[in-house]
């Protein structure tokens, strides 16, 4: 990433830090302790992550740090909705656990077409040799299968095999907020050797596809929550955008927007 990229993405994460959390997180923080221990102490999890980092490129802004925010948020959003379930404690974990193996492969095959597709085949490979049933691995790559936004989701016959498709889904949105102008705007800038100038030309018509997002997320805590990191997000990109237009010029460029 080029000096420029890193003074405007700089800039993007000041801007960021003047707007509020997201509700979401200040009302599930048990919830999402619960995740994190998980993430850093549970063996399954350790394992995974030890063989998928070194393959999560950060080239389009999907990679490592993408992968590890949508596995601690599909394992916390499972503890939230199991919390008004029967399971017991050891299966409510476990259902966890998986959300974030979910998580860290949802995107393991992201330069490739059909990725969510390419992706879930890949998981299966990797998870063979894994502690896991097979109906486990058809749980998780039903999940990875059925990310992609706008894409009409593929049938979930068993229960959790649907909360963990929509908890990985919502997950995954979640990022289209907040993160989609601090993070992969700037990745996807320098993967792709855009100019500021092209960049601002296309920003509206990003902002667009942010805001389509908005009313489809899947899970109850999802529905409930989603929204607010997409016009959380939205807030963010509006400020971005006028300071690129005041360094960057081509004011006659997306002015509904601003």
């Given amino acids: 990433m080029n000096n420029e990229i890193h003074r405007l ?8 830090s003047r ?31 030890e063989l998928v980092e070194p393959l999560l490129n950060d080239d389009l802004g999907h990679g490592l740090s993408h992968s590890r925010r949508v596995s601690l ?3 916390t959003l499972i503890g939230i909705e199991a919390n008004g ?25 992201r330069e490739q077409p059909r990725h969510a597709i390419v992706g879930a085949r890949e998981a299966a490979k990797i998870l063979d040799d894994f502690p896991v049933s097979r109906e486990e691995i058809r749980w998780i790559c039903r999940a990875i299968e059925n990310h992609e936004a706008f894409v009409p989701p593929l049938p979930c016959p068993h229960p959790f095999m649907r909360l963990l498709s929509d908890c990985l ?19 996807m800038m320098d993967h792709q050797c855009l100019t500021p100038t092209v960049m601002l030309a296309r920003f509206p018509w990003g902002v667009r596809g942010v805001e389509r997002v908005r009313d489809t997320f899947r899970s109850d805590t999802g529905r409930q929550y989603g929204p607010d ?29 601003r």
Wanted: charged fraction near 30%; aromatic fraction near 14%.
């Fill in 9 to 16: 993405q700089d800039e993007a994460r000041r801007i960021a």
């Fill in 169 to 187: 889904y919502d997950a995954d949105k979640f990022r289209w907020g907040p993160d989609t102008f601090t993070e992969t705007l700037w990745h």
């Fill in 229 to 257: 990191f997409i016009e959380i997000g939205i807030d963010i990109g509006r400020e971005i955008y006028r300071y690129l237009l005041k360094h960057y010029g081509a004011t006659e460029l997306g002015a509904d927007f």
């Fill in 73 to 75: 948020d599909c394992a």
């Fill in 19 to 49: 707007n509020r959390q997201p509700e979401f997180y200040q009302r599930f923080q048990a919830d999402a302790a619960a995740a994190r221990k998980l993430y850093f102490d549970h063996p399954l999890v350790l394992l995974l992550r």
């Fill in 85 to 109: 379930s029967a399971a017991a404690p050891a299966e409510r974990e476990r259902w966890m656990v998986l959300g974030h193996l979910a998580g860290l492969m949802h995107d393991i095959c």
